[in-house]
């Protein structure tokens, strides 16, 4: 049995990540001197966008409502240097409800209920190491930001996304997701060395440091009380927020010269980045979905086949003689371990109503023979 630990203290306890501690491992950045309120309420108001994501600048400073489940709203409040406390009190709340009040006039609130609420400081801070032997931090126990672009569960469900996909032989310890990871698997599994798992400090590092130069912008942006500038950074920097533009440089596992491979006029394809959306339709069953479907969070790589017209002599050759290929190396014993590590997937051009499936190759066409886990290693979809 072999044990790895992941390290991942959620908010408040992340920044003073009891793991990280053990480890050694330092913080490396800044504490800024800014200071906010967070409160979560629910509450009577004649404001009509209470229900909708805002950011408001007045003579109290600025504020951002976040709408929640069930009738709640998210107040951030920005406080002063002189509000840093080490326990939290009553006075704390009636401060940062008169500023809400405040914030908002001339419309009136009334507020029916207080669920929760706190004071902090927004430290922009990086592990100086996200892995030491076995043990490996995720989270808010290797970067800690301010919360104003919704960056928190985003980044740290990346962490745990890039180690991968759960295993039969991990054993969860401490971490604040759900699901492990399919580099783990591979290590443990046999199909690796560990050498893949050093691409996850190498990449999700990288990408902290890069999240805490944005967060400095923003925060300076919302302490300055320059919503528009705020709005407009936050629309500017969408591909970065939502995790589709991030792109890998990790020489272990993307291509050093991080080419871009376009295979039509709106659709290419850019070495260690997300795989775009494109509409295609499943031949079995004429279902359309979009490629990323084909992209099911299993552990195992996916090959995609970009075969072309097969109407036409060299694209049908092509794959004809590819197939050929993968049918003499699944032949052989090497094969029945490769053919487990991935799934594999056609794309054909032509219409649904065209005679496609006399083109495919026997061997891409066989959905189980070669499958340990009873999933098709070869379907074909349609653009």
């Known amino acids: 049995m072999v044990f790895l ?3 991942a203290d959620e908010l408040p306890t992340g920044a003073h990540s009891w793991m990280r501690q053990q480890l050694g491992v330092t913080l490396e950045g800044e504490k800024t001197e800014y200071v906010w309120g967070v409160i979560d309420v629910c509450m009577h108001t004649d404001f009509p966008d209470a229900r909708l994501k805002c950011i408001i600048q007045s003579s109290q400073g600025a504020m951002i409502i976040i709408p929640r489940e069930e009738d ?4 951030y409040v920005q406080c002063s240097p002189k509000d840093r406390i080490s326990e939290l009190n009553e006075d704390i709340k009636n401060k940062l409800l008169q500023r809400i009040s405040d914030g908002l006039r001339p419309y009136k609130i009334t507020f029916t209920q207080i669920f929760w609420y706190t004071i902090f400081s927004v430290p922009q801070k990086v592990a100086s190491k996200f892995r030491v032997g076995p043990i490996f931090l995720a989270g808010d126990a290797c970067h800690t930001h301010s919360p104003k672009a919704g960056q928190g569960a985003n980044i740290s469900m990346g962490d745990a996304h890039n180690l991968g996909k759960s295993a039969p032989e991990i054993r969860i310890l401490s971490l604040s997701c759900t699901e492990l990871a399919w580099k783990l698997a591979w290590v443990l599994r046999g199909w690796s060395d560990d050498s893949l798992l050093d691409t996850y400090e190498i990449e999700r590092r990288t990408l902290a440091i890069q999240l805490i130069e944005f967060d400095k912008a923003i ?5 300055g009380c320059e919503a528009s500038r ?6 500017e920097q969408n591909l970065f927020t939502s995790g589709v533009g991030i792109r890998y440089r990790s020489q272990l596992m993307v291509e050093a010269n991080n080419r871009e491979v376009s295979l ?4 290419s394809l850019e070495i260690g980045t997300r795989l775009p959306p494109m509409n295609i339709v499943r031949f079995a069953d004429w279902h359309p979905m979009d490629i990323q479907d084909l992209a099911a969070s299993d552990g195992l790589f996916k090959i995609i086949i970009f075969s072309g017209d097969l109407q036409g002599d060299i694209e049908s050759k092509g794959l004809r003689e590819f197939a050929e290929h993968l049918q003499l190396l699944a032949d052989k014993k090497q094969g029945s371990i490769l053919f487990k590590q991935f799934t594999m997937f056609t794309v054909v051009t032509e219409y649904k109503e065209s005679d496609i499936w006399s083109f495919i190759p026997p061997f891409l066409r066989n959905w189980r023979r070669y499958s340990e886990y009873n999933k098709p290693i070869s379907m074909t979809y349609l653009p």
């Open 219 to 223: 925060s300076a942006s919302l302490n």
């Open 72 to 75: 709640k709203l998210r107040f």
């Open 5 to 7: 630990t992941i390290g």
């Open 264 to 267: 039509s006029d709106t659709f």
């Open 230 to 235: 705020y709005s407009s950074m936050l629309h």
